[in-house]
């Protein structure tokens, strides 16, 4: 099976620009997290999806959002970008984490850098 | 608040030697802990998962303890090699799976370096 895939890799943009960062998870996998990565606060969690409906927000602002469609696909939105934004956004899928061990495919990572 | 801390930020050793890294929680409950790689520039790679009710789990050259009354698990690398070298995070999943579907709770990471 092809892994997690995360699209772009890398994105530079400006103060105030928007973003939107793409994940496919796993074929079969139904559920995708997002978490964010910073050298200063590690791995924090933003939300989780499954089978289209959010079931789990971490404690970001509303500037943070997602979606998941009906083939799974996910995709997180970044508005009104600022500095402390640029980071590591990293994609994580799951079969079922009701069910299953809660063992996450972690993508590669969308690397952002705010200017 | 919930709190995952593990015990240091970096850790290096001589190549053949055992690596020992702690990960200690406060506030939780956890059903499982999971341990993790993350090499520069990748996303987690899963490792080992160990329950509440076990008290060791062992693959390969990994081994994780996990002692519920200290709130402490402790994963090993034996007979360590270069290609050891990584970051590795342990992650915690409440036994209050309800509020947390989805969701790892993770330390900050140890960075190991295995040198020859």
């Known amino acids: 099976k092809a892994g997690v895939t995360q699209t772009p890799r890398y994105l530079i943009k400006t103060r105030g620009q928007q973003v939107t960062l793409s994940c496919s998870p796993i074929?079969?996998?139904?559920?995708v997290s997002w978490y964010q990565q910073t050298p200063g606060q590690g791995l924090q969690f933003l939300f989780e999806?499954?089978?289209?409906?959010?079931?789990n927000k971490g404690n970001f602002p509303g500037r943070f959002s997602g979606r998941q469609f009906s083939n799974s696909r996910s995709e997180m939105n970044v508005s009104t970008l600022e500095l402390g934004d640029s980071a590591l956004y990293l994609c994580?899928?799951?079969?079922?984490?009701?069910?299953?061990?809660?063992?996450?495919?972690f993508g590669p990572g969308t690397r952002l850098t705010v200017l | 608040s919930q709190k995952i801390e593990q015990n240091s930020e970096a850790l290096n050793i001589q190549e053949g030697k055992t690596a020992t890294l702690t990960c200690n929680y406060t506030?939780?409950?956890?059903?499982?802990l999971q341990w993790y790689r993350q090499d520069p520039g990748r996303g987690p790679v899963f490792l080992l998962l160990?329950?509440?009710?076990?008290k060791e789990k062992r693959k390969e050259r990994l081994k994780v303890t996990f002692d519920t009354t200290l709130k402490q698990s402790l994963f090993h690398i034996t007979a360590s090699q270069p290609a050891d070298s990584a970051t590795y995070l342990c992650?915690?999943?409440?036994?209050?799976?309800?509020?947390?579907?989805?969701?790892?709770?993770f330390g900050r990471g140890t960075q190991l370096t295995v040198w020859p």
């Open positions: 994580a899928s799951s079969s079922n984490p009701g069910l299953a061990l809660y063992e996450q495919f």
């Open positions: 074929s079969g996998h139904r559920s």
């Open positions: 999806y499954f089978s289209e409906t959010q079931r």
């Open positions: 506030n939780y409950s956890p059903a499982y």
């Open positions: 160990i329950r509440e009710n076990e």
């Open positions: 992650a915690l999943v409440p036994a209050d799976r309800g509020s947390t579907l989805g969701r790892l709770y």
